[in-house]
């Protein structure tokens, strides 16, 4: 199903649209520096929005492509992504306790500051306002029925009747952002679920939709990067082993940020 969609091309992003009978989904590739990707679910004239895009240039062509729709926004659901406080905001925002701290003053917050001062005026550093706190379990917004799983962060979304589940990162040819082995575990044991369980249709918001077959590849990966970080002697002998295992693989900066995490200096 991951390959089954129409593209319409916007100025600087592209969305995919995905026809899934009762329902579509519209990936929305921002081309920017992170690679994000916002979700649109959509059913019988409502939607929900999955994270927010936080550049000021998609900011307006996605609101532009949202209107051409002639959709009510219901929802918008931020887990790690609050910001870009620009994006719709008169839509209520729904996450999760742990999300809102961690996109307001934990680990979230200190990457927006991080954004801010290397993309300045481009990036809008400005926090949406959680107004709907949430728990874990089910949960129904614009006709979808969710369940929210929390995280470490913050949450991830599962739509069981579509064989969905929306996760922050997978990519499945591309690093991630692994923080130390116990982490790694953690992210193994989730994936190795949702294969169990036939969740075949992986949302992120830093990758195009991706399959079962996507999710064991990442599995492969992590356990990959354990034992070459066990047998690591420091830092660079970490990355460079890395780099000559998968040399094909992008998002070379989410592989400093984990080398980063398993070496602190």
């Known amino acids: 199903m991951k390959q089954n969609y129409k593209t319409t091309n916007l100025a600087k ?3 995919h649209v995905y026809d899934l009978n009762a329902a579509k989904l519209h990936a929305y590739q921002t081309n920017d520096p992170m690679n994000d990707e916002v979700l649109i679910l959509e059913k019988n004239g409502s939607a929900v929005v999955i994270e927010a895009p936080c550049f000021t240039d998609n900011i307006v062509e996605l609101t532009e492509y949202l209107n051409t729709l002639l959709i009510k926004i219901d929802a918008m659901l931020l887990s790690y992504h ?29 990457l927006v500051d991080n954004f801010t001062g290397a993309f300045g005026k ?13 728990e874990a379990g089910p949960l129904k917004l614009a006709g979808f029925d969710l369940n929210i799983v929390p995280t470490q962060d913050a949450f991830d979304i599962e739509i069981p009747a579509l064989g969905m589940v929306y996760m922050h990162m997978l990519g499945h040819d591309c690093h991630s952002i692994v923080g130390g082995a116990e982490h790694a575990d953690a992210l193994i044991s989730q994936l190795k679920d949702l294969i169990e369980r036939d969740f075949d249709f992986i949302m992120t918001s830093h990758y195009t939709p991706e399959n079962l077959k996507d999710a064991q590849e990442k599995v492969d990966y992590l356990e990959a990067v354990k034992t070459i970080a066990a047998s690591s002697p420091n ?10 295992k998968y040399p094909n693989y992008t998002g070379e900066n989410y592989l400093d940020m984990t080398t980063g995490l398993f070496f602190p200096s």
């Open 13 to 15: 992003g592209e969305v």
């Open 82 to 110: 609050m910001a870009g406080g620009t994006f719709l905001p008169e839509v209520p925002v729904y996450a999760t306790k742990v999300a809102d701290e961690y996109g307001h003053s934990g680990g979230g917050k200190m």
């Open 235 to 244: 830092a660079a002998a970490f990355k460079q082993a890395i780099k000559k």
């Open 122 to 134: 481009a990036f809008d550093a400005s926090l949406h306002t959680v107004t709907n706190t949430i």
